[in-house]
């Protein structure tokens, strides 16, 4: 699979001239990107893989005879190895090329809606991304089968003696984040996997926050799914992985049809192809999936546990200056969380402190993070969220609270 990497030094001045939009100035203020749970940004060595592919080697894969459908159809499968080598996947054939998390998890949704039966359960957690709960609403309806919803506790934690309550011998499938988006909980996922498969339910992990804060092992954590996004891991947009068990793809309803997803066709039937292609109809996103290679290449080159220490450091250090800031709750305070600070102040509306940062050059995200109903949970209409990634600074830690008396002194 991938070559043997030289771990680097965790230096994070070194890492962040690497990211060449990070120097960005709004307004005068120097960029503080505070907003890496919405997206992260692309160090020049991913810009730099989709500018050389365009540039000398653009074909169509798998399917040319000549030099240039060659080496893009090497470069894009290498780039898969890539990716199963990062999430010890047992087999290359086990990493789907998708257009990110949502399409992961609708591609396993549309195959369980039509494995589903009517008594069959699913269940999925109060803190889901709506990509990870309106799917399964629907494959719910399509299939008869009952949406079961996990509760959560006040600190944002997953209620374990519910999840463990919940699971029976209805239930079929069960879906829940790695991390939360709304507010950084890392949930026990290896515990979780292993309760549902005692049950027999297959289990998707929707990993879209997870990728890019903890090392992920799918064989280990005991997943049948592992759903990710490129461009949340400092590749590009538009490009995923559906990382599933070779076994359970195996089985799994195709969703989409067309060319390069079958073995042969005739005027009457089709016969599908072999994994990964079964789930890769028509021409893929090539150069992005030849830019998430990269940048899953440069971030498995960094010293995992230094990069862990750093966002740690990050988010403690958050923690304490807004629990010491007068007016301002924390949404969110699971005894495990990453890289998300989510909160609300007396003051003001969130979309009004959003757009107060934005003028002092932070950015953050407000509203209600795709989790409207987690939100409704918590009782609050929308956070701020402040999200860390690897590249962000103490400094600018210092800059948001600084930046947040200024809004306070504005609203209040
Ligand atoms: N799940 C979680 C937890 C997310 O945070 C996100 C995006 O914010 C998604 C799913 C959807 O990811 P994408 O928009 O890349 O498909």
């Given at each position: 699979?991938g070559?043997?990497?030289?771990?680097?030094a965790?230096?994070?001045?070194a890492?962040?001239?690497?990211?060449?939009?990070?120097?960005?100035?709004?307004?005068?203020?120097?960029?503080?990107?505070l907003?890496?749970?919405?997206?992260?940004?692309?160090?020049?060595?991913?810009?730099?893989?989709?500018?050389?592919?365009?540039?000398?080697?653009?074909?169509?894969?798998?399917?040319?005879?000549?030099?240039?459908?060659?080496e893009?159809?090497?470069?894009y499968?290498?780039?898969r190895?890539?990716?199963?080598?990062?999430?010890?996947?047992?087999?290359?054939?086990?990493?789907?090329w998708?257009?990110?998390?949502?399409?992961?998890?609708?591609?396993?949704?549309?195959?369980?809606?039509?494995?589903?039966?009517?008594?069959?359960?699913?269940?999925?957690?109060?803190?889901?991304?709506?990509?990870?709960l309106v799917?399964?609403?629907?494959?719910?309806?399509?299939?008869?089968?009952?949406?079961?919803v996990?509760?959560?506790?006040?600190?944002?934690?997953?209620?374990?003696?519910?999840?463990?309550?919940?699971?029976?011998?209805?239930?079929?499938?069960?879906?829940?984040?790695?991390?939360?988006?709304?507010?950084?909980?890392?949930?026990p996922?290896?515990?979780?996997?292993?309760?549902?498969?005692?049950?027999n339910?297959?289990?998707l992990?929707d990993?879209?926050?997870?990728?890019?804060?903890?090392?992920?092992?799918?064989?280990?954590?005991?997943?049948?799914?592992?759903?990710?996004?490129?461009?949340?891991?400092?590749?590009?947009?538009g490009?995923g992985?559906l990382?599933?068990?070779?076994?359970v793809?195996?089985?799994?309803?195709?969703?989409?049809?067309?060319?390069?997803?079958?073995?042969?066709?005739?005027?009457?039937?089709?016969?599908?192809?072999?994994?990964?292609?079964?789930f890769?109809?028509?021409?893929?996103?090539?150069?992005d999936?030849?830019?998430?290679?990269?940048?899953?290449?440069?971030?498995?080159?960094?010293?995992?546990?230094?990069?862990?220490?750093?966002?740690?450091?990050?988010?403690?250090?958050?923690?304490?200056?807004?629990?010491a800031?007068?007016?301002?709750r924390?949404?969110?305070?699971?005894?495990?969380?990453?890289?998300?600070?989510?909160?609300?102040?007396?003051?003001?509306?969130?979309a009004?402190?959003?757009?107060?940062?934005?003028?002092?050059?932070?950015?953050?995200?407000?509203?209600?993070?795709?989790?409207?109903?987690?939100?409704?949970r918590l009782?609050?209409?929308?956070?701020?969220?402040?999200?860390?990634?690897?590249?962000?600074?103490?400094e600018?830690?210092?800059?948001?609270?600084?930046?947040?008396?200024?809004?306070?002194?504005?609203?209040?």
């Amino acid at each position: 699979m991938g070559a043997v990497i030289n771990k680097q030094a965790f230096d994070v001045q070194a890492i962040r001239r690497q990211f060449p939009i990070l120097s960005r100035e709004i307004d005068g203020k120097p960029l503080v990107y505070l907003d890496n749970a919405a997206t992260t940004q692309k160090p020049q060595c991913v810009i730099d893989a989709l500018v050389d592919y365009y540039t000398t080697c653009n074909a169509n894969v798998h399917r040319g005879a000549h030099r240039l459908a060659d080496e893009a159809t090497q470069r894009y499968e290498q780039a898969r190895d890539t990716i199963a080598t990062f999430v010890n996947a047992a087999s290359r054939r086990e990493v789907i090329w998708t257009s990110g998390t949502t399409e992961s998890i609708n591609i396993v949704a549309i195959g369980a809606a039509q494995l589903l039966r009517e008594g069959d359960e699913v269940l999925v957690t109060q803190m889901e991304h709506h990509a990870n709960l309106v799917t399964w609403q629907q494959a719910c309806k399509r299939s008869g089968a009952k949406l079961v919803v996990c509760p959560i506790d006040e600190n944002g934690e997953l209620n374990l003696t519910a999840f463990g309550q919940l699971l029976n011998e209805r239930t079929r499938l069960v879906a829940f984040p790695h991390v939360s988006n709304a507010l950084g909980t890392v949930n026990p996922v290896k515990d979780l996997c292993q309760q549902a498969k005692a049950v027999n339910a297959w289990v998707l992990v929707d990993g879209a926050q997870g990728i890019a804060h903890e090392p992920v092992d799918v064989q280990d954590l005991g997943c049948d799914f592992y759903a990710f996004s490129g461009h949340k891991l400092f590749g590009p947009t538009g490009i995923g992985v559906l990382w599933g068990r070779e076994s359970v793809l195996a089985e799994w309803p195709v969703w989409q049809t067309g060319g390069e997803m079958i073995a042969t066709v005739t005027y009457e039937r089709a016969i599908w192809g072999e994994l990964p292609g079964r789930f890769e109809a028509g021409t893929p996103n090539i150069a992005d999936a030849i830019g998430m290679g990269k940048a899953v290449e440069w971030f498995s080159a960094l010293d995992m546990p230094a990069v862990m220490a750093h966002e740690r450091a990050l988010i403690e250090s958050a923690t304490e200056q807004a629990e010491a800031f007068e007016g301002l709750r924390i949404v969110g305070t699971a005894r495990n969380k990453v890289g998300v600070l989510s909160f609300v102040l007396d003051e003001g509306h969130p979309a009004d402190v959003g757009f107060l940062l934005d003028r002092q050059g932070i950015a953050i995200r407000t509203g209600h993070h795709c989790a409207e109903p987690l939100m409704g949970r918590l009782g609050v209409p929308g956070t701020a969220r402040a999200s860390f990634a690897l590249y962000n600074t103490l400094e600018e830690v210092g800059a948001l609270f600084t930046a947040l008396q200024k809004v306070r002194n504005l609203l209040g």
